[in-house]
Nanobody, 118 residues
Framework: VQLQASGGGSVQAGGSLRLSCAASGDTFLINDMGWYRQAPGKQRELVADISWSGGRKYAEFVKGRFTISRDNVEYTVHLEMNGLEPEDTAVYYC?????????????WGQGTQVTVSS
């Protein structure tokens, strides 16, 4: 499975960005898709996750500002980010997970930079 992310950029506080990620390859292996982020000097953390059936999970810091969606035909996942804050500055990584034999495997995209200025 390969993941290609796009849509990062620089905005001022209060602005919006839309991240997109397209999966290719053995997409039948994918169940959950989502977004993580990693700020300088910090650990990678979950931003939002969406299951095949549409169940969504958000980090507390999202506070209703972000919306995750997916297209199960195109195997794409999107993150609509509104009300961006300087604390949201990070590299955002697309993630996909699914069963792999007896295990569960996680796939990562290349990361896209989001910079929010005050």
């Amino acid at each position: 499975v390969q993941l290609q992310a796009s849509g990062g950029g620089s905005v001022q506080a209060g602005g919006s960005l839309r991240l997109s990620c397209a999966a290719s390859g053995d997409t039948f292996l994918i169940n959950d898709m989502g977004w993580y982020r990693q700020a300088p000097g910090k650990q990678r953390e979950l931003v939002a996750d969406i299951s095949w059936s549409g169940g969504r999970k958000y980090a507390e810091f999202v506070k209703g500002r972000f919306t995750i969606s997916r297209d199960n035909v195109e195997y794409t996942v999107h993150l609509e980010m509104n009300g961006l804050e300087p604390e949201d500055t990070a590299v955002y990584y697309c993630n996909a997970e699914g069963p792999y034999g007896r295990n569960y495997k996680r796939y990562w995209g290349q990361g896209t930079q989001v910079t929010v200025s005050s």
